[in-house]
């Protein structure tokens, strides 16, 4: 059986209460009777994109367990590849940050879905290709994430700026039985649906929750709750290949 916790959206820097609810959440990971397979934090690290927030969710960002950060359209990938990932200082690092967690059990392959200076989001061509590479690799259970999700949400405020071009990602995907899931964020609420024939599960938020138009958030104004406390998600993936998955608040 194969456990991992998936959260998103910490958004370090975008109120004074980011870091302490993102501190929460990893103690609560960190104290847990079990070995996670990995835990996986799908994008929107930093609010503004600043190398001290970066130096911030780096600290908060630390686990006993195998962990696999990616960035989300609010991530500058110079800072997020030079502080997060160690990256050379004199390198801008503006291609794609695509990174690949391999454990004994199952592959965890983080996808950079981000297009700079936007909030929506694509995958590019090299994405794509280096995708492929990583499914061909390996006959193991392969989750793959990142942080716009691929489909309508119903929320137009949302639905505006999700993935954009999504058919190449699901031909890609389509047929391939080693795909356990495609898990995502960006949405600040948790959701369940199907992408390419596989199931596609969005993160709640860290930092915020997304009321949705008939809870009235219809506006941006209206749209995130920052009372609600955070919200991460444990999906099980069990040795006859059903995937299960619990959401747990953390106060």
Known sequence: MIVIAHLSDVHIGATAETATRTAAVMRFLDALPYDLDAVLVTGDIADHGLAEEYETAAKLLASRHP?????GNHDVRAEFRRVLLGGDP?????????????TERAVYAMCDSSIPGESSGRLEDETLAWLETVLDGTDLPVFVAFHHPPV????PMLDGIRLHRAEPLESLLAGRRNVAAV?????????????AGRPLLVAGGVVSTLRLPWEGGTGWDACLDYALPPLISFHVLDDE???TTHHRVVP
Do not use: C, E, K
């Not at 962990?67 to 960035?71: A, E, H, R, S, T």
């Not at 004199?90 to 391999?102: A, I, S, T």
């Open 90 to 102: 004199g390198d801008p690092g503006d291609g794609p940050v695509n990174q690949v967690l391999r």
């Open 241 to 243: 290949g059903r995937l």
């Open 152 to 155: 309508t949400l119903h929320s």
């Open 183 to 195: 898990l995502t964020g960006h949405a600040h609420t948790a959701a369940a649906t199907t992408f």
């Open 67 to 71: 962990i696999l950060v990616g960035p």
